[in-house]
């Protein structure tokens, strides 16, 4: 590597929340455009085929596929026969099928997690309540960019205040003890 030049993995990341004021429309926009910016970064990703609410019909089929896949991988032997099929379902983001399973149950799943060497670098749950992401600079540019031209407000998400451990981090402490 050449001296003085910083890959992506040693790129500091900025945390980003998605505010909770937004209207609907704006809230699905942002997980979708938050997700298509990250795709490149993400090496492992998982969701679970499940909401709080009703699944829009426009993502039904995008469901249905979700359901296919965990049964595909248990019926392969890659997940047990016995469980929840429909949690931790894992993603294959460079795959375009699967990535667009995941791109349209996002802003209504319980919980979504994608990750880069270990670390989170996208996490969405609550039916599309709460969404961290962890960009780059040119990420961020590139998103905010994203969601400008999708008519989202620039304000839609919000950094993290300095000192403080991100929303998720406190809450899997709390889940522990």
Known sequence: MLSGVISEVDEPRRE??????????????????????????????????YSDAPWPREVVPAY??????????????????????????????????QFDVLLALIPFTIHAEGWRQGREIFSASDTGT???????????????SRLSASGVPATAFTGQPRGRQGLFARWSRRRSA
Do not use: N, Y
Not at 72 to 89: F, Q, S, T, W
């Open 16 to 49: 980003l929340l998605l505010r909770d004021d937004l209207e609907a429309a704006d809230v699905v926009s942002a997980h979708r455009e938050a997700l298509r910016v990250l795709r490149d970064s993400i090496d492992s990703a998982h969701f679970d085929a």
């Open 64 to 97: 249905e596929r979700a359901s296919s896949m965990a049964e595909h991988r248990v019926a392969g032997g890659v997940r047990p026969a016995k469980g929840d099929h429909g949690m931790g379902i894992d993603v294959d983001v460079r795959d375009d099928a």
């Open 130 to 144: 709460a969404l961290m992401i962890a960009v780059t600079a040119q990420q961020e540019a590139l998103l905010m």
